[in-house]
Every structure is written in structure tokens, then in C-alpha cells.
């Protein structure tokens, strides 16, 4: 209900004394003064009628005079049914009774001599005036006035001086009690209404506190307990006697920050505190208001407490799951940059510097392309015990993502260290991994940056650390490499190059060269290889080795292979119909659906055949989406285009595609021919691969013939075509095209 400092705004001074379990409230005002006018006015008509009445009647009267008002006063303080009601009859009861015995004595008395209990009477009035239910002093002034006329009607003689004077002042008694009763009943709906409003109030505290919402608590200027509700009493281990007067915070055995808010004098809310109890450690929260007197002095605390153990414990949890990573249970991606960040501040702030390592798994596709990923999984989960138990206490083990973990060394001053424990972790990965009675083995490549040396910030140190991975891969894998300024030259060289590359095919930079392709039998052209190269303004000829990878990490070969697929078409509508242009295409074009389309339109817009463009790819097509990559030279080919397999034979999977029913040549790599003049088991392979070449009906190319002994072994072994420097470098369109139309169209050498 109440978890704020509300709750402690609602508590009056009165319930912070007695507790809930004791609230007493007033249901008129304090009856003590009026109960000492009664006993002054009995004993003033009992000494008054002394001499009219027997002794015998006067004691019995003052007693139950006394005890009457006692019992009704009673009933008013404690709230009784009867309690300040104008015209009850138990207030015109107790009029009566007190009128009893001074009325007889007046009666008795007769005529004038009835002055004397008149002085009775006058001493009685205030008690009539003061009395809450006006119904008393009614009654009283009306028997007492009854008795005086009776008495003085009575004895003959009337002093009727005497009795207008009674009679005005007992007439403007009773208006005054009547105006009274007017105002008196206002004053009792009041509070009535207060009453009520109070009683509520102390039922929401009572079911605040029974109910184990929260507790209650108070203390004076100097903090020391008050009040305090009984069950954090018990929860804290302590009697109720035991904490009156005990320091709060020092009771509760917290911190400073609890001090801390008591002395800023000044309203809180939502203090979380660990505090031991008897059920162990417990989280409450605390909200305060304070307390001030009516002349605005500080007279201390009041306010509530609630316990938010749990509420807590779940946020903790939820926490954990944000940082954890579920599958192996160690931190996630943010939680490795949160924990690096505390590490390079230690870092900076003590000079000893720490280390990240960015780790990556060399080979781990394959093995949920094979085994799938519920065995991938079991993988990475096996992997990251090992991690855990080579790196032990010396740093903490985190998965960035996928296949990628991190390790986090604090104390790198050591580069030696730390490089060795690098060489662990990539033995202790490269034991084989015991999956469905197989053996599988996977490497782990690393990449190392020390922090603040190498970068200054999360961020720049990550960066670093994933530069150092990329140097590690491109090394050949299986090993760490530690950040270097070089590796940050060649970074910048790269951004820069990247900047550039995305510029040159708007700035038309590019070119196309085309390499002679002859036949065999007769060296006569039979077509010409489309090279592309980069004419930069400033680097002069960028050679295709720096671009084309960065043109494929980038997507920009997709754009640029469009261009070049376009550039050829349009070559060759200019040469003769036999006369043939190949294109080499990327992988990452041919998992795009719309290239096939694209070539469809170019062939379209340049008017030439279809059997006159040939599309060269290499093994590393397979490598990635297969059937996606499948799918599309299907496509292609069904248009009629040529697809030639490249660099046969340096890849791992050539043999098992070529029944695909996709490729209408082979192009045998050059290192097979150039190794073919000393190597006789090259030889062997090249006879293989003609051998299955003609099985499918497939076209053999020999590429990188340079000397006319190479040629001749080609060409005896059984390959149609021939490509390489014998016959010609890649020349310039202008001269591809002279080439193309000459007359013999044999081409020397």
C-alpha cells in the first residue's frame, strides 16, 4: 500500500508512541477540568444544604454525584455511544441527579430563605456551562429553578425581585448552554469526521505492518530509535526494549549511506541497504520524512521500510542473463567490454598494462555443415571448458559471438606471459573433438593488443585486437599475432585504399585487358580473357591482387563485375563471331538471383550470341551457399552461356561437381604446367584431368604456357586451348581488336 515517505507523513506523534496495536483517540475534549468544577460544586451544595438536609442524605448524594460524572466522563474519552450527544439521555440523567439534592434543599428552604442554596446554585453553574452534553446542565438548571419558584410560591411571601433575578440568570444559563449546543454539535461532526479519518489512517498502517508490506520506523535529532515495528525487531534479532534509544543505523549495522541521509536532514526514498537479519542478508529499502516541531525546529525521522530481497535477487538474475552468454555460460559480448573497460582503467591508474586476446575458430564450419549445429554447438561448448582451464585464474574467458571468443589478461605486463599462454589456448583447442565416434579437428587463430599501449579506450584496444586477428588468419592461421604499428600503416593503407576503390568506377578508372586464348591444333585465336585493371590517378596501376579481396569484403565486386560483364559484351560486338571474351566472376556475385538477368540484358543491348561469352569460376564458389551458387550458373547456363571451372585442380571439391551438368570447360592452373616439365606426377595428374575432361565432354585449357616446350607437352596430352605469355600478353582493346580481325588469325609469338 504505502512505499514511500508517504506513509510516514501519515503517522501522528500519538502512534509513533503506542504502536499501531495501541492507537487511542479523544472523542471530545479532556474531561479532567470538568470533572474538578463537578466535585467543587458538589462540595460547595453539600456544605450549602448542610442545614436544611440530614447528614445521611447529603453523604449518599456527593458520592454518586461524584461517581455519575466519573463513569460519564469515562464513556466520552474512551468513545463511547454516548459520549457528546446534546439531549442524551444520560446527560439529562446526570442533570438531574446533580440537581437532586441542592433543588431539596431550596424547596425545603421556602421563600427568601432559599439565598443561601441560590449561592449553591451559582457555584453549580460553571460545571452546567462546562459540561459537553449541554442536555446536563439543562436538566440541572431546570429542576433547580423549578424547586426555587416552587419554594418561593410556597412560602406565602414572594420576593419577586429576587425571583426575575433568578429567573434572568438561569434564562440566560440556558441560552448559553442552547448556543453552546449549536456549536458543540459542529465541533462533534468535526471530530467525528477527524476520528474517522484517523481510525482509517491507523487501519492502513496496522495492515500495512501486519500484512509484511513493509515496516515503520522513527528517530529523534540525533537519530537514535524511537519507534521501530515489531517484526524488524525480530528480523534483526533484537527485543522490543532493545532498540529504544539505539543508534538507527548503527542498529541496523549499514554503511555510511544511511548516516549520510539522516544528516542531510532533508525528505528520501528508495535507500537500498544490505542489512543482517536472521534469515541471512536481506536488501530493504528506506524512505524518510523529517520531522519538525511548530516552531519549525528539527525534531528527527520518520518513515518506512520495505524488504526488496527478491525483487533484487531477480534484477541480479535478469543482470546475469544480459551478461552471460547462454549457450557456454561465460560473458557475452557487452559483458567483455564492460569487464576490458575495468581493466584498462586499472590499466592507466596503476601502469600495468592489460591484454586482449580476440579468438577465432580456423575450420569450425565445416563442422556444422557436416555434423550439424547441435554437434557445433557441443563443440563450442567444449571448447570454452578448455579455454577456461588453460587460462584458470590469470585472466577471464568470454564469447564474443558465433565462433569467436576473448580472453581478457589484467595483469599483460608480461608479453612474454601472455604470448605463451596464446600458444596454450591454440594447442589445447587443436586436440581433436570426440563427435559421433569421430575425429574433429579444429584450430584457433589469435589476435593480441595491450592496452593502454596500443589503444587508449574499449573501442580503439578492440579494434587493435581484431587487426591483429585479421594479420593472424592471413598468416595461414594457427597462430598468434600481437598488434604492430606496421599493422596499423597497412590498416590505413587500407581505409585509404577502400576510399579510393569506391570512387574508381564513377571516376572511370578502370580498364580491360584482354589475354589471347589460342587453339592448340593451329594457334589460331579463338578468343580473348577479360582482365580487369585499375589506372589511379595518383598509384598509377593497382594491381587486381591488392583490389579484388578488398573489392570482395567490401561488395563493391558486385557493381565492378556488372561493369565488366558489360565492358566484355560490348568488346565483343566489335570482334568476328568466332571470336569469343571470358569473364572471370566472384563468388559473391553468384549468389545474387539477378545475375543471370543482368547478362541476359548485356548480350541483349551488344547483339551477340550467348556461346561467345564465357563465365570462368573458381573452386572457392563451393565453399560457401553451394546449392545457392548451383542454382545460378544453371541459370546462366541455360542462356546459352559458356562456364568455365579456373584453377582446376588447387581446390578440394572440383571433382565432385563436375558431373553437375554445369561446366562446358576446364582450365587447368599453370602451376600444373609449369611443374609438368620436371615432375612426372604432375603429368600423371594433368593426363587424369584430360582423361575425365573428355569424359564429360569438356574443354581443356592450359593456362600460363610460356615457352613453346610447354605448348607442345599441353598440346600432346590432349588440350584444345592454350593460354599464357607465349602467345601474347593482355593487350589494350584497340589491339585485341587489330588481333581479333586479322587475316590469317594465327597468332605468333
Given at each position: 500500500?504505502?512505499?514511500?515517505?508517504?506513509?510516514?507523513?501519515?503517522?501522528?506523534?500519538?502512534?509513533?508512541?503506542?504502536?499501531p496495536?495501541?492507537?487511542?483517540?479523544d472523542?471530545?475534549?479532556?474531561?479532567?477540568?470538568?470533572?474538578?468544577?463537578?466535585?467543587?460544586?458538589?462540595?460547595?451544595?453539600?456544605?450549602?444544604?448542610?442545614?436544611?438536609?440530614?447528614?445521611?442524605?447529603?453523604?449518599?448524594?456527593?458520592?454518586l454525584?461524584?461517581?455519575?460524572?466519573?463513569?460519564?466522563?469515562?464513556?466520552?474519552?474512551?468513545?463511547?455511544?454516548?459520549?457528546?450527544?446534546?439531549?442524551?439521555?444520560?446527560?439529562?440523567?446526570?442533570?438531574?441527579?446533580?440537581?437532586?439534592?441542592?433543588?431539596?434543599?431550596?424547596?425545603?428552604?421556602?421563600?427568601?430563605?432559599?439565598?443561601?442554596?441560590?449561592?449553591?446554585?451559582?457555584?453549580m453553574?460553571?460545571?452546567?456551562?462546562?459540561?459537553?452534553?449541554?442536555?446536563?446542565?439543562?436538566?440541572?438548571?431546570?429542576?433547580?429553578?423549578?424547586?426555587?419558584?416552587?419554594?418561593?410560591?410556597?412560602?406565602?411571601?414572594?420576593?419577586?425581585?429576587?425571583?426575575?433575578?433568578?429567573?434572568?440568570?438561569?434564562?440566560?444559563?440556558?441560552?448559553?448552554?442552547?448556543?453552546g449546543?449549536?456549536?458543540?454539535?459542529?465541533?462533534?461532526?468535526?471530530?467525528?469526521?477527524?476520528?474517522?479519518?484517523?481510525?482509517?489512517?491507523a487501519q492502513?498502517?496496522?495492515?500495512?505492518?501486519?500484512?509484511?508490506?513493509?515496516?515503520?520506523?522513527?528517530?529523534?535529532?540525533?537519530?537514535?530509535?524511537q519507534?521501530?515495528?515489531?517484526?524488524?525487531?525480530?528480523?534483526?534479532?533484537?527485543?522490543?526494549?532493545?532498540?529504544?534509544?539505539?543508534?538507527?543505523?548503527?542498529?541496523?549495522?549499514?554503511?555510511?549511506?544511511?548516516?549520510?541521509?539522516?544528516?542531510?536532514?532533508?525528505?528520501?526514498?528508495?535507500?537500498?541497504?544490505?542489512?543482517?537479519?536472521?534469515?541471512?542478508?536481506?536488501?530493504?529499502?528506506?524512505?524518510?520524512?523529517?520531522?519538525?516541531?511548530?516552531?519549525?525546529?528539527?525534531?528527527?525521522?520518520?518513515?518506512?521500510?520495505?524488504?526488496?530481497?527478491?525483487?533484487?535477487?531477480?534484477?541480479?538474475?535478469?543482470?546475469?542473463?544480459a551478461?552471460?552468454?547462454?549457450?557456454?555460460?561465460?560473458?557475452?559480448?557487452?559483458?567483455?567490454?564492460?569487464?576490458?573497460?575495468?581493466?584498462?582503467?586499472?590499466?592507466?591508474?596503476?601502469?600495468?598494462?592489460?591484454?586482449?586476446?580476440?579468438?577465432?575458430?580456423?575450420?569450425?564450419?565445416?563442422?556444422?555443415?557436416?555434423?550439424?549445429?547441435?554437434?557445433?554447438?557441443?563443440?563450442?561448448?567444449?571448447?570454452?571448458?578448455?579455454?577456461?582451464?588453460?587460462?584458470?585464474?590469470?585472466?577471464?574467458?568470454?564469447?564474443?559471438?558465433?565462433?569467436?571468443?576473448?580472453?581478457?589478461?589484467?595483469?599483460?605486463?608480461?608479453?612474454?606471459?601472455v604470448?605463451?599462454?596464446?600458444?596454450?589456448?591454440?594447442d589445447?583447442?587443436?586436440?581433436?573433438?570426440?563427435?559421433?565416434?569421430?575425429?574433429?579437428?579444429?584450430?584457433?587463430?589469435?589476435?593480441?593488443?595491450?592496452?593502454?599501449?596500443?589503444?587508449?579506450?574499449?573501442?580503439?584496444?578492440?579494434?587493435?585486437?581484431?587487426?591483429?586477428?585479421?594479420?593472424?588468419?592471413?598468416?595461414?592461421?594457427?597462430?598468434?599475432?600481437?598488434?604492430?604499428?606496421?599493422?596499423?600503416?597497412?590498416?590505413?593503407?587500407?581505409?585509404?585504399?577502400?576510399?579510393?576503390?569506391?570512387?574508381a568506377?564513377?571516376?572511370?578508372?578502370?580498364?580491360?585487358?584482354?589475354?589471347?586464348?589460342?587453339?592448340?591444333?593451329d594457334?589460331?585465336?579463338?578468343?580473348?580473357?577479360?582482365?580487369?585493371?585499375?589506372?589511379?590517378?595518383?598509384?598509377?596501376?593497382?594491381?587486381?591482387?591488392?583490389?579484388?579481396?578488398?573489392?570482395?569484403e567490401?561488395?563493391?565486386?558486385?557493381?565492378?563485375?556488372?561493369?565488366?560483364?558489360?565492358?566484355?559484351?560490348?568488346?565483343?560486338?566489335?570482334?568476328?563471331?568466332?571470336?569469343?571474351v571470358?569473364?572471370?566472376?566472384?563468388?559473391?556475385?553468384?549468389?545474387?538471383?539477378?545475375?543471370?538477368?543482368?547478362?541476359?540484358?548485356?548480350?541483349?543491348?551488344?547483339?551477340?550470341?550467348?556461346?561467345?561469352?564465357?563465365?570462368?569460376?573458381?573452386?572457392?564458389?563451393?565453399?560457401?551457399?553451394?546449392?545457392?551458387?548451383?542454382?545460378?550458373?544453371?541459370?546462366?547456363?541455360?542462356?546459352?552461356?559458356?562456364?568455365?571451372?579456373?584453377?582446376?585442380?588447387?581446390?578440394?571439391?572440383?571433382?565432385g561437381?563436375?558431373?553437375?551438368?554445369?561446366?562446358?570447360?576446364?582450365?587447368?592452373?599453370?602451376?600444373?604446367?609449369?611443374?609438368?616439365?620436371?615432375?612426372?606426377?604432375?603429368?600423371?595428374?594433368?593426363?587424369?584431368?584430360?582423361?575425365?575432361?573428355?569424359?564429360?565432354?569438356?574443354?581443356?585449357?592450359?593456362?600460363?604456357?610460356?615457352?613453346?616446350?610447354?605448348?607442345?607437352?599441353m598440346?600432346?596430352?590432349?588440350?584444345?586451348?592454350?593460354?599464357?605469355?607465349?602467345?601474347?600478353?593482355?593487350?589494350?582493346?584497340?589491339?585485341?581488336?587489330?588481333?581479333?580481325?586479322?587475316?590469317?588469325?594465327?597468332?605468333?609469338r
Amino acid at each position: 500500500m504505502f512505499h514511500s515517505a508517504a506513509a510516514a507523513r501519515m503517522m501522528d506523534e500519538d502512534f509513533l508512541a503506542d504502536g499501531p496495536d495501541g492507537i487511542e483517540g479523544d472523542a471530545g475534549p479532556d474531561a479532567r477540568p470538568f470533572a474538578i468544577t463537578v466535585c467543587a460544586a458538589a462540595l460547595a451544595g453539600a456544605w450549602a444544604s448542610a442545614a436544611l438536609l440530614p447528614i445521611g442524605a447529603i453523604a449518599a448524594w456527593v458520592p454518586l454525584v461524584l461517581a455519575a460524572h466519573w463513569l460519564s466522563a469515562r464513556r466520552r474519552r474512551s468513545g463511547g455511544r454516548f459520549a457528546a450527544l446534546a439531549g442524551d439521555v444520560e446527560g439529562t440523567a446526570l442533570g438531574l441527579l446533580s440537581a437532586a439534592l441542592p433543588a431539596y434543599a431550596i424547596f425545603l428552604a421556602g421563600g427568601f430563605s432559599a439565598l443561601p442554596p441560590s449561592a449553591a446554585l451559582a457555584a453549580m453553574l460553571p460545571a452546567a456551562m462546562l459540561a459537553v452534553a449541554p442536555a446536563i446542565g439543562i436538566a440541572f438548571l431546570a429542576v433547580v429553578t423549578l424547586a426555587f419558584l416552587a419554594a418561593s410560591l410556597a412560602g406565602g411571601e414572594v420576593h419577586w425581585p429576587v425571583v426575575a433575578a433568578f429567573l434572568a440568570g438561569s434564562g440566560a444559563a440556558t441560552a448559553g448552554l442552547l448556543r453552546g449546543a449549536g456549536s458543540g454539535a459542529r465541533q462533534g461532526e468535526a471530530f467525528r469526521k477527524l476520528r474517522e479519518q484517523s481510525d482509517g489512517i491507523a487501519q492502513l498502517l496496522r495492515e500495512y505492518e501486519h500484512r509484511g508490506v513493509g515496516w515503520l520506523w522513527q528517530v529523534d535529532a540525533g537519530n537514535r530509535v524511537q519507534y521501530m515495528s515489531r517484526r524488524m525487531i525480530t528480523e534483526i534479532g533484537r527485543k522490543p526494549g532493545q532498540v529504544t534509544g539505539q543508534s538507527f543505523p548503527g542498529l541496523l549495522g549499514v554503511g555510511a549511506a544511511l548516516g549520510e541521509a539522516l544528516l542531510a536532514r532533508q525528505a528520501f526514498s528508495g535507500l537500498e541497504l544490505e542489512v543482517q537479519t536472521g534469515r541471512g542478508p536481506r536488501w530493504y529499502a528506506l524512505a524518510g520524512d523529517p520531522v519538525t516541531g511548530a516552531n519549525g525546529d528539527f525534531q528527527g525521522f520518520r518513515g518506512v521500510g520495505s524488504d526488496v530481497t527478491d525483487a533484487r535477487r531477480t534484477q541480479e538474475r535478469l543482470t546475469n542473463l544480459a551478461n552471460m552468454d547462454v549457450l557456454t555460460g561465460l560473458p557475452n559480448r557487452g559483458r567483455i567490454r564492460a569487464l576490458l573497460g575495468e581493466a584498462l582503467g586499472r590499466a592507466q591508474s596503476s601502469s600495468v598494462p592489460c591484454a586482449i586476446l580476440f579468438l577465432d575458430l580456423d575450420n569450425f564450419k565445416p563442422v556444422n555443415d557436416t555434423f550439424g549445429h547441435v554437434k557445433g554447438d557441443a563443440v563450442l561448448q567444449s571448447v570454452a571448458q578448455r579455454l577456461l582451464r588453460e587460462v584458470g585464474q590469470s585472466g577471464t574467458v568470454g564469447r564474443i559471438g558465433g565462433d569467436e571468443f576473448a580472453v581478457i589478461v589484467r595483469d599483460g605486463q608480461s608479453r612474454e606471459m601472455v604470448e605463451k599462454l596464446g600458444r596454450r589456448l591454440i594447442d589445447t583447442v587443436s586436440v581433436p573433438f570426440d563427435i559421433d565416434n569421430s575425429k574433429v579437428r579444429i584450430g584457433l587463430s589469435i589476435g593480441c593488443a595491450f592496452g593502454p599501449i596500443d589503444g587508449h579506450d574499449v573501442d580503439d584496444l578492440i579494434q587493435k585486437a581484431d587487426m591483429a586477428l585479421y594479420q593472424a588468419k592471413a598468416q595461414g592461421r594457427g597462430i598468434l599475432c600481437a598488434f604492430s604499428a606496421e599493422m596499423q600503416n597497412k590498416a590505413d593503407g587500407r581505409i585509404r585504399l577502400e576510399q579510393d576503390l569506391r570512387h574508381a568506377l564513377p571516376g572511370n578508372e578502370f580498364r580491360l585487358t584482354y589475354q589471347p586464348l589460342v587453339r592448340a591444333s593451329d594457334q589460331r585465336l579463338v578468343g580473348f580473357e577479360a582482365l580487369i585493371r585499375w589506372h589511379h590517378p595518383v598509384r598509377g596501376i593497382v594491381s587486381p591482387l591488392d583490389f579484388i579481396p578488398l573489392a570482395e569484403e567490401t561488395g563493391i565486386i558486385t557493381h565492378l563485375g556488372d561493369w565488366v560483364i558489360e565492358e566484355a559484351c560490348r568488346a565483343a560486338s566489335h570482334w568476328p563471331d568466332h571470336i569469343t571474351v571470358a569473364v572471370n566472376l566472384s563468388p559473391r556475385q553468384l549468389i545474387l538471383p539477378a545475375l543471370p538477368n543482368a547478362v541476359s540484358e548485356s548480350l541483349t543491348r551488344h547483339r551477340i550470341k550467348p556461346n561467345r561469352l564465357e563465365l570462368e569460376v573458381t573452386e572457392s564458389v563451393f565453399l560457401g551457399e553451394t546449392a545457392g551458387a548451383l542454382e545460378v550458373l544453371k541459370r546462366l547456363r541455360q542462356l546459352g552461356v559458356g562456364i568455365a571451372l579456373d584453377d582446376f585442380g588447387t581446390g578440394y571439391s572440383s571433382l565432385g561437381y563436375l558431373n553437375k551438368a554445369v561446366f562446358h570447360k576446364l582450365k587447368i592452373d599453370g602451376s600444373f604446367v609449369r611443374e609438368a616439365a620436371h615432375n612426372k606426377e604432375t603429368v600423371a595428374i594433368i593426363q587424369s584431368i584430360v582423361t575425365l575432361a573428355n569424359s564429360f565432354r569438356m574443354t581443356i585449357t592450359a593456362e600460363g604456357v610460356e615457352t613453346m616446350a610447354d605448348f607442345e607437352r599441353m598440346r600432346d596430352m590432349g588440350c584444345h586451348q592454350i593460354q599464357g605469355y607465349l602467345f601474347g600478353r593482355p593487350l589494350d582493346f584497340d589491339k585485341a581488336t587489330e588481333l581479333a580481325r586479322g587475316g590469317s588469325g594465327q597468332v605468333g609469338r
